[in-house]
Each structure stands twice: as structure tokens, then as C-alpha cells.
């Protein structure tokens, strides 16, 4: 199977606060694996530092086996996809425009083939054509997602990366994101996802790894990591979940 | 003919002219000011320690200064230098073209920090360069949000055009007040320079609200005026 992306020894501090401690995994074409872990562990840093957005202090990270640098980082983005925890929309544009502007400024596509994949992408993740000519601040939190979702794989990436991409959303809302999430892990689409739902992470995820104050202590598969964890910390993590705590 | 309809009438030339240089002043010297205050303003935000340096001091120096004291190093300090000689339009236009530029970039500052940083991120993850980013996401952003400020500039170098009078430039009030000392009709005549500024920045505020409402997106700018 083909690696996507390879993440070695990565080291993040910020100031003395050292938030990753050398993380090391690897990712298959097509393969979606779960990041999870306790509030401050450094799953968002993991993710921001993966393309750049935060710059790692050291390791190395290689997309498609190529090291990405920050002299190929704008080349890297366009293959990495990025979903976040607020949506992150651009709302002086409508949805149809959102998923656009990359193709067109970015990419230079042509204004009717853009057009062509944005359509594609909006109804791949169910929004409708009647919410094409919407801005954000016209939509609900679940609709802005899966626009935010479209806008990602409109740029035909080599991998997405989710920052819990449910965990602003009200509890009736998070299910047609799930949906449109697992959809893309059905077409085949590479995923690194930071997520608490575990029910989700069953269903989809190859691997789960369990990230605590910038260690993966423990990784498997969603059985392993899930019904039988190993370390106390991981089953005192699953316990504060179960309860709704984290 | 009343004496109102004599200010008015048999100087009539003279008013058209004095709104002309009047309106010349105000609409290029802010269209100067905007072209200086986003680039001061993107030097400061996005600018290395020297840019920065360059726009703060840039904005400290006009912001703490007079605009009658910077008119006059333009036209008569440099004037006597022999270096640069400006006729009084044009040191009036470039003077408060640099003034403006200096609250303009305070301006687009507030305006480029109000946009959430997310949206930053969202698109160097596409892969936006910083030039694409600022061109294409935040500008159209910030022009919306700076529009109000904007207007208010706008009625405020209207006003202050009538410093351009000092480097003996024929606007509103240098006409009013000629006009005054031939007539010896001098409320009627200051008198009908204030009904025409009046005037002017109410047009002004008018045609902005309606730019505001043109250009107005849910989220992002305010909600709809009413004129
Ligand atoms: N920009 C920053 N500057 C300084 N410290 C930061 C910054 N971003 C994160 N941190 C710190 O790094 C640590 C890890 O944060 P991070 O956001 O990666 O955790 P997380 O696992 O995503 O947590 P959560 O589940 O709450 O989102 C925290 O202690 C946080 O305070
Ligand atoms: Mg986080």
C-alpha cells in the first residue's frame, strides 16, 4: 500500500511549554486513522504543525515521501486538506464562491471547471443547490461544515486533516457532518481525524492513537484501543468520555 | 435682488470655482490617503521590524502634528529650499493626501484584526501565499468594514480642505471670504459657504450609506441601512 504521509519525531514548544515530544506515524492511501486524547494534549498542534500553519521545532514530515520544507510548503497545502473545529469560512462569500476561490485563485482553474467541482463537492457532502447562493453567516453550523468539508476536497487533496470538526456543533447537527465524513472515507479518501466520537471512530477508523501531553501512548485498532485499552491513563481518558467529561 | 441673491448671483463664478478646488481637494487627497493608509497598514501588520518601524513612525509623525504645520513645511519650507516647488493646489492636495494616509492606516488595521484569524488559516491550507491571501480574502473584507470610516474622512477632509485657504488656494471659504470683502455683505457671504459644505457632506454621507448598502453581506458588514 502507498504511504501518503509520514510524520517522524515531531517536536512542538511553544515558549518552555514543550506540547509535542517527538511523535512519530505514518498514514496509507486510503486509510482513515483517529487522533485522540485528553483537552491540551496537543492534537490541534499535531495537526497545524502537519502543514505548516504552525511551524514544527523539529522532525520531519513527508508527503507522497517527500520532505516538506518550508520552501515546498504552498505546494504541500494544496494537497492537505484542512477542516476546523470553527468552519474557518470566508463570509464574504457564498457557499458556492468558498469552495470556488481556491480553485480558481489557487489552483488557476478555469472559472466553468471550478464551477464543475464545486457543484460536485457541495452535493457529495448533501448541500443542496438551494443553499449554493448563501453566505455562512445564512447557514446553521452543520450546513457551514459541510461546506467547509466541500471546499477541502474540491482541491482533490492527497489527505484531510479534521480538527474535531463536530465539537462546536449542537448535538442534532453533528450526524450530517459524521455522514458526510464517512462518505468520504467510503470514496477512498485519506484522513487523519481529531475526534471524540467514538461511535464514529468504531465504524471508520483503521487505527485509533491516543495522544497524552504530546506522546502517542498508545495506538490499534478501534477494538484494541477502544474495548480493550492497556494503559490507565488511556482507560481513565475513555472513562472521563463515557461520562461526558471530555 | 436681496443681498443673499447678490452673494449668490453676481459671484457666482467665483463659488462654482471655490467648490471645484474644494471638491478636488477632498476626493484626491483621500484617494491618496487610501493607497498610503493600506500600504502603511499592511506594512505594520505584515511588514519585517523595518516596515513596521517605517508605518509607525510615519503614523505618529502626521497624527502628532498639525495639518497647518505639515501644509507648511510642503509649501513654504520646502518651497524655500528650492528643492520641490509645489504650486498651493497641489501642497494642499499631497499635504492632507499624507495626512489622511496616516488615519487611514489606522483605519485598515482595525479593519484586517477584525477579520477572525481562522480565516487566515483556512486559506494558507488551501494554499493561498500571503499576497493571495491579503488580495483575495481580506481586502474584500476590510473595504466593507472600513467603509463607515470612510465616510466619516471623507465629510472631515471636506472641511479641513478650507486649511488649503492659508497657501492661497481659491476654495470654499478663500472665495467666501473674498466675496465677503467685496460686498461687505460678510454673514450672508460666510453664511452661504456653510450651507454649501452643509450641503456637500450630506450628499457625501448619503451616497456612502448607499455604497454600505450595495456592498453589504450578512456576517460581515452591518445590517442594513435605512437612508
Ligand atoms: N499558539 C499557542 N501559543 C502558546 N501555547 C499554545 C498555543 N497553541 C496551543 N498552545 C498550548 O499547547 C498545548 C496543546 O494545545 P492544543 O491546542 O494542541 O491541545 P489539544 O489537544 O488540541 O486540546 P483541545 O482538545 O482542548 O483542543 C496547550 O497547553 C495549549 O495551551
Ligand atoms: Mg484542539
Redesign the interface.
Known amino acids: 500500500m502507498k504511504e501518503v504521509l509520514r510524520v517522524e519525531n515531531l517536536k512542538k514548544s511553544y515558549h518552555k511549554n514543550e506540547v509535542l515530544k517527538g511523535v512519530s506515524f505514518s498514514i496509507n492511501e486510503g486509510e482513515t486513522k483517529v487522533i485522540i486524547g485528553p483537552s491540551g494534549g496537543g492534537k490541534s498542534t499535531l495537526l497545524y504543525c502537519i502543514?505548516y500553519?504552525q511551524k514544527p521545532d523539529s522532525g520531519e514530515i513527508y508527503l507522497d515521501s517527500e520532505l516538506i520544507t518550508p520552501k515546498n510548503i504552498?505546494?504541500a497545502?494544496?494537497k492537505?486538506?484542512?477542516v476546523?473545529q470553527?468552519?474557518?469560512?470566508?463570509?464574504?462569500l457564498t457557499a458556492l464562491d468558498n469552495v470556488m476561490?481556491?480553485l480558481i485563485?489557487?489552483?488557476k482553474l478555469p472559472k466553468d471547471e471550478a464551477l464543475k467541482i464545486a457543484k460536485e463537492s457541495l452535493l457529495l457532502v448533501g448541500i443542496k443547490e438551494d443553499l449554493w447562493n448563501h453566505?455562512?453567516?445564512?447557514l446553521s453550523g452543520g450546513q457551514q461544515q459541510r461546506v467547509?468539508i466541500a471546499?477541502a476536497i474540491a482541491?482533490s487533496p492527497r489527505i484531510i486533516l479534521f480538527d474535531e470538526p463536530t465539537s462546536a456543533l449542537d448535538v442534532e447537527l453533528i450526524g450530517e457532518v459524521l455522514q458526510a465524513m464517512k462518505t468520504l472515507a467510503e470514496n477512498g479518501m485519506t484522513m487523519l481525524i481529531v475526534t471524540h466520537e467514538l461511535e464514529f471512530a468504531k465504524s471508520v477508523a483503521h487505527e485509533i492513537m491516543f495522544l497524552e501531553s504530546g506522546v502517542i501512548v498508545e495506538k490499534g485498532t478501534p477494538q484494541e484501543i477502544i474495548e480493550h485499552p492497556k494503559s490507565e491513563r488511556l482507560k481513565k481518558f475513555l472513562s472521563k468520555i463515557a461520562k461526558g467529561e471530555e | 435682488m436681496s443681498s443673499f441673491e447678490i452673494v449668490l448671483f453676481k459671484y457666482k463664478d467665483f463659488w462654482l470655482m471655490g467648490l471645484k478646488y474644494t471638491m478636488l481637494i477632498t476626493v484626491l487627497s483621500i484617494l491618496i490617503g487610501i493607497v498610503l493608509g493600506l500600504l502603511f497598514a499592511i506594512m505594520r501588520i505584515y511588514g519585517n521590524k523595518f516596515f513596521k518601524a517605517v508605518a509607525v513612525s510615519y503614523i505618529d509623525l502626521i497624527r502628532g502634528t498639525p495639518m497647518i504645520v505639515q501644509l507648511f513645511i510642503l509649501y513654504y519650507g520646502l518651497g524655500s529650499t528650492g528643492l520641490v516647488k509645489f504650486t498651493p493646489l497641489q501642497a494642499a492636495i499631497i499635504g492632507m493626501g499624507l495626512n489622511s494616509g496616516a488615519y487611514q492606516a489606522e483605519y485598515f488595521r482595525t479593519a484586517f484584526l477584525a477579520i477572525p484569524t481562522g480565516q487566515t488559516e483556512a486559506a494558507l491550507s488551501l494554499g493561498f501565499t500571503r499576497t493571495g491571501l491579503i488580495f483575495n480574502i481580506l481586502l474584500p473584507q476590510v473595504v466593507r468594514i472600513v467603509l463607515p470610516s470612510w465616510t466619516n474622512e471623507l465629510i472631515a477632509l471636506t472641511q479641513y480642505s478650507s486649511l488649503a485657504m492659508v497657501l492661497t488656494v481659491m476654495e470654499l471659504t478663500a472665495v467666501s471670504k473674498y466675496v465677503g470683502s467685496k460686498t461687505f455683505l460678510y454673514i450672508q457671504a460666510f453664511s452661504l459657504a456653510g450651507i454649501i459644505y452643509l450641503f456637500v457632506s450630506v450628499v457625501l454621507t448619503r451616497l456612502m450609506v448607499y455604497f454600505e448598502n450595495r456592498l453589504s453581506i450578512p456576517g460581515v458588514s452591518a445590517q442594513k441601512l435605512r437612508i
Not at chain 1, 470553527?86 to 464574504?92: A, D, I, S, V
Not at chain 1, 453566505?135 to 445564512?138: D, F, I, S
Open positions: 502543514n500553519l504552498y505546494e497545502r494544496k492537505i486538506g484542512f476546523f470553527y468552519f474557518n469560512l470566508f463570509m464574504h476561490i481556491g485563485k489557487v489552483k453566505y455562512p453567516a445564512q467547509a471546499r482541491m
